[in-house]
């Protein structure tokens, strides 16, 4: 049918079928669905056991982060699986922990700088601008120098790096390294054919030297640059007190530091295969070998006998700390501090964690090691703990090393 220039379409007829009977088809409906309903409530209730069910109403909490190593804790699977449980996602930005400490921080909840002296400074800035800021100190890790057993062997028959003994090793993974003596060798432009290196089935040419991070950027670069100037200080006092004093000791040691490799990248480039070409000695922290032996021995069943480590005679114990900048990053502070679980994973990724006045928590991380097949250090005790510089010397130390704008400090952070 057509009305004027348009056609008109008839609806469509739906044929209209009689009702089933009520009882039997409810009863159908029940039978069918009974079994795919009981497999959903199964599913629900081993999810909840878990942990890893959150109900529509449990809001999760997206924290933003930043740090640079420390950032290896919240990208572990188990600690963000513990996190979930107390419905708490982390979301890390990466940078150098100095740059933690003199970049714009509005947009995140808290930071984790690797070391004292970043910390401090956040603190200080924070602190002098009324603003936020909650420090929690969950674990340390000592810095060392990672190396190769070839390196090793070298620097020992050099008479500047002594075995350590070790349980559970046929061959040495640890070294004590008079570092008097090895900064005595970058001094003298010695190269590690010098040493004899040869001897060991290896070539190279190159002068001795740790390759750290950048200075200007990283907290284990700024820590060993004060290890550094702490050893070469001669009959200096043990740290500088005075500008002056700073300025002098960064021209001292400068020749002796040697920076380039970004942060994020130094310890990955250690494990690499190319690793032992492109920097065979390497700054870091002692948790990040630790947890990769550990994997290797869990993925290989043996341990990995070409990388060793080499403990400062000068010893640096890093304390990284958790700096909460409004109270959601609190919350999360105090789990670090407070939660079994967190600070057992903490553990298990090589720190050592610490008690509630400070002190490194018993011999947790020994009996981890050990359970897992990894010889722990036996460090020396008569090993010197040297005193990190006030943040104010530091930074000029840092700045005149590294050739990179001094942080402005204010008053409250110096």
């Known amino acids: 049918m057509v009305v004027g220039e348009r056609p008109v379409v008839e609806e469509p007829r739906l044929a209209v079928r009689g009702r089933a009977s009520g009882a039997w088809s409810r009863r159908g409906l029940l039978l069918f669905f009974l079994p795919a309903l009981a497999t959903v409530l199964t599913g629900l209730t081993v999810l909840a056991v878990s942990g890893n069910l959150l109900l529509p109403f449990e809001r999760v909490v997206v924290l933003e982060g930043k740090?640079?190593?420390?950032?290896?804790?919240?990208?572990?699977?188990?600690?963000?699986?513990i996190l979930m449980k107390h419905r708490i996602k982390v979301h890390i930005t990466s940078?150098?922990?100095?740059?933690?400490?003199?970049?714009?921080?509005?947009?995140?909840?808290?930071?984790?700088?690797?070391?004292?002296?970043?910390?401090?400074?956040?603190?200080?800035?924070?602190?002098a601008a009324g603003q936020y800021a909650k420090v929690q100190r969950p674990f340390v890790s000592p810095i060392v120098l990672a190396t190769y057993r070839q390196y090793a062997e070298t620097l020992h028959d050099?008479?500047?790096?002594?075995?350590?003994?070790?349980?559970?090793?046929?061959?040495?993974?640890?070294?004590?390294?008079?570092?008097?003596?090895?900064?005595?060798?970058?001094?003298?432009?010695?190269?590690?054919?010098?040493?004899?290196?040869?001897?060991?089935g290896i070539s190279n040419t190159n002068r001795v030297f740790a390759q750290s991070p950048d200075v200007c950027g990283s907290n284990s670069a700024g820590t060993y640059l004060a290890l550094v100037s702490y050893t070469w200080r001669g009959n200096g006092p043990d740290v500088p007190s005075t500008e002056q004093e700073a300025s002098s000791r960064a021209q001292s040691v400068k020749h002796l530091m040697e920076q380039g490799l970004p942060a994020a990248d130094v310890f990955k480039t250690y494990i690499s295969p190319e690793g032992k070409g492109i920097a065979p000695v390497v700054v870091?922290?002692?948790?990040?070998?630790?947890?990769?032996?550990?994997?290797?021995?869990?993925?290989?069943?043996?341990?990995?006998?070409?990388?060793?480590?080499?403990?400062?005679?000068?010893?640096?114990?890093?304390?990284?700390?958790?700096i909460a900048l409004n109270g959601e990053g609190d919350r999360l502070g105090?789990?670090?501090?407070s939660d079994r679980e967190l600070r057992r994973r903490a553990m298990e990724l090589g720190f050592r964690i610490l008690d509630p006045a400070g002190e490194v928590a018993g011999d947790q991380l020994s009996t981890f090691l050990t359970e897992r097949r990894v010889p722990v250090p036996a460090l020396r005790s008569n090993n010197t703990r040297s005193p990190m510089p006030r943040i104010r010397f530091l930074e000029q130390m840092i700045s005149a090393v590294g050739d990179c704008p001094p942080a402005q400090l204010p008053d409250a952070a110096q």
Not at 67 to 81: H, I, L, N, T, W
Not at 334 to 337: D, K, Q, R, S, T
Request: negative net charge; proline residues 5%.
């Open 67 to 81: 740090m640079a190593s420390k950032r290896d804790f919240f990208e572990d699977e188990e600690v963000q699986r």
């Open 334 to 337: 105090e789990l670090m501090v």
């Open 158 to 200: 050099a008479g500047i790096a002594t075995p350590l003994p070790a349980a559970g090793s046929d061959q040495p993974l640890y070294y004590s390294l008079d570092m008097q003596k090895f900064l005595e060798s970058i001094d003298r432009g010695r190269r590690w054919s010098d040493l004899g290196i040869d001897r060991h």
């Open 95 to 127: 940078t150098g922990s100095r740059e933690v400490a003199l970049r714009d921080l509005a947009a995140f909840d808290f930071v984790f700088p690797s070391g004292q002296p970043a910390g401090d400074l956040i603190t200080g800035v924070r602190s």
């Open 284 to 322: 870091a922290y002692e948790h990040q070998y630790l947890t990769y032996q550990v994997r290797y021995r869990a993925e290989s069943e043996r341990l990995d006998s070409e990388r060793v480590l080499l403990y400062p005679s000068t010893q640096f114990v890093t304390q990284p700390q958790f």
